[in-house]
Nanobody, 118 residues
Framework: QVQLVESGGGLVQPGGSLRLSCAASGFTLEYYDIGWFRQAPGKEREGISCIRSSYGGTYYADSVKGRFTISRDNGKNTVYLQMNSLKPEDTAVYYC???????????WGQGTQVTVSS
């Protein structure tokens, strides 16, 4: 059974950091593209980062480039999203999925809430 479980969300002050984890089960994560997405209230779900299966290449949306870093630990079958210099506009539910775009993503985690507020 394919499953993705996110963790690591929470409340953080502007300028702070969080590290999200996406633990996979039922498949070997390194063989698939894995994306991070977020959805703020009243907004569409957007892709913010992705790590490619074949060569580990990474992608970042302009809104997070230079602040967020995606990485993968094949031994733990887990993908991470290190988020630094967080801003209030980063507040959203964050999801990981198997795939790099909302349309292409095949399996989704349940999401983890990130709130950036003073």
């Amino acid at each position: 059974q394919v499953q993705l479980v996110e963790s690591g969300g929470g409340l953080v002050q502007p300028g702070g950091s969080l590290r999200l984890s996406c633990a996979a089960s039922g498949f070997t994560l390194e063989y698939y593209d894995i994306g991070w997405f977020r959805q703020a209230p009243g907004k569409e779900r957007e892709g913010i980062s992705c790590i490619r299966s074949s060569y580990g290449g990474t992608y970042y949306a302009d809104s997070v480039k230079g602040r967020f870093t995606i990485s993968r630990d094949n031994g733990k079958n887990t993908v991470y999203l290190q988020m630094n210099s967080l801003k209030p506009e980063d507040t959203a539910v964050y999801y990981c999925a198997r795939g790099c775009t909302v349309v292409a993503a095949r399996y989704w985690g349940q999401g983890t809430q990130v709130t950036v507020s003073s």
